[in-house]
Each structure stands twice: as C-alpha cells, then as structure tokens.
C-alpha cells in the first residue's frame, strides 16, 4: 500500500527545519570565530559579589582591554556571542554551577580563546552562612543548605581539573587570606593575560577584600555557637557536607588545618 502524502510532506517540513537550524548554527559559529570570553563565575552569592566588583573595576580599565556585560548573568549562547561586533573580550557572569558548566562546554566549544575563572567555597561554611534567614522564617537551616544545590558542584570542579589550560578554579577562603591572598590574585590576573602596573591591580582586589570584610564573611565569625552546633547534630546534613567536601577536595591536608571542625 503507497504511504500517505501527508506523511511524506510531514517528514520533509522536520528534514527543512533541521537544515534551517544547523545552518543557522553553522552561521553563528562562523560569526564567533576568534571572540574572546572571559568567562566568571561561582555557585554562591558572596563569591560572585566579590568577582563583579572587581570585574567592574577592571572593564573601567582601557588599557586591559575589557568589554563587562551591560547587565551581570544575561544570555550566554553561542548566538549572543555572534551578535557581539567589539574587539574587546567579553567578560560573562555566570552565577550557579549548572550554567557554568553549561557555557563551559556550549560556548566554549566555538570560542577556542575562552578563559574562565571559578570560585569555590567550602560546604560547610556556605552552609552555616545561610543562618541569618532562619529567623525571620520557619525554614530550618537544613532546608537552606540543601536548597543551595551544592551537589551541582562535583560536575564543574572534575570539568575544570580537567581543563586547567582554560579553567583557573580558586578557593574563596585562600583569596581573602592575608597570607595567600597576594599570590593568588597575581596568579588570576597572569592566568587571564592582565598585565599589572607597579601591582595596581593586586592592589585593588586586596582593598575589595577589605571593602567587603570578607574575610570575617567567609569564615562566618558573626554566625552564634548553636549554627554550628546544629549542623553536628544533624547526622544526614553532616553526611552531606562531608561528602561535598571530599568531592570537593577540601579535606586534602592543605585545607584541613583552615578548615571549620565539624
């Protein structure tokens, strides 16, 4: 029995529409081609408040040669990356691990230059930072930090161990150290090609540091006794935090001294 006109006309309109589309794409690859992303970007909000301030006063910069999204965390695709006619690199926000790891692996595929720059944060002190929002509601502090979705992370960090040539992944309590901190910064600012004068911009990350007392924030000394308390004696929260810190590496002997007991 002869097939149906209708199915054959039916077949053609998908085959059309999925030529039309890679074609489109192919046109928008082609367009990206040579851009330069500098692409940043943490799961927590402190960390994201420190990377957009500095990069706010970096895009000020002329002479490093820095385009700032007009609004942090927009559209990042391949065909908002097209549409992009300067010769500055772009510098994107993304603000969860999901959507990181997202324009990791999207964008970056047709943006060969792209740099990123990740910022972490240990698990427990994210977790024991949400204590504030359990006084003026009824959420309990478990709830707060599995609703951050820190699961999301393990993806991203084994992603960008394995990029390290594009991906430089830093921790937020060794960049607000004091002892650390001056080393790290340089070592950013060498990782994305920004040339210091006389450490001028060094300078400026360790006065942002400053500015937003950070280094009291990241290690929650404002936080009462019984946030801590609380998060001990909540043994499948406890085994929570513990996994994401292994897969996270903070239990290396590098951090485990600095690191908040349990």
């Given amino acids: ?103 990791l692996r999207g964008v970056g595929k047709f943006a060969p230059g792209m740099r990123a720059v990740h910022l972490l944060w240990d698990p427990l002190s994210a977790c024991v930072a949400q204590w504030p929002f359990t006084l003026s509601s009824n959420i309990t502090l478990a709830e707060l930090c599995y609703g951050l979705e820190m699961e999301t992370l393990a993806p991203l960090y084994r992603r960008a161990k394995r990029d390290k040539a594009r991906v430089l992944q830093l921790r937020l309590e060794e960049l607000a150290s004091k002892k650390s901190g001056p080393a790290l910064w340089r070592q950013l600012f060498k990782f994305l090609n920004l040339q210091e004068k006389g450490s001028d911009l060094s300078a400026m990350a360790t006065a942002l540091v400053q500015r937003l007392e950070l ?20 043994a499948s929260l406890l085994a929570y935090l513990k996994k994401l810190r292994r897969d996270l590496d903070f239990q290396t002997p590098k951090t485990t001294a600095a690191a908040p007991p349990f």
Wanted: proline share 2%; with cysteine; net charge positive.
């Fill in 1 to 103: 029995r002869a097939p149906m006109p209708l199915a054959s006309f039916g077949g053609s309109s998908a085959f059309l529409l999925r030529s039309r589309h890679k074609a489109t794409k192919r046109q928008h690859a082609r367009a990206a081609a040579g851009k330069s992303v500098l692409l940043i970007g943490s799961h927590f909000e402190l960390s994201n408040t420190l990377l957009t301030s500095l990069f706010d006063g970096l895009c000020a910069k002329a002479r490093l040669g820095l385009r700032c999204e007009a609004q942090w965390g927009g559209t990042h695709d391949l065909k908002s990356l097209a549409a992009y006619k300067g010769r500055k690199r772009l510098v994107w926000l993304e603000r969860d691990s999901t959507s990181f790891l997202g324009s």
């Fill in 215 to 234: 280094r009291g924030r990241v290690h929650n000394r404002a936080a009462p006794g019984w946030v801590r308390a609380r998060v001990a004696q909540n």
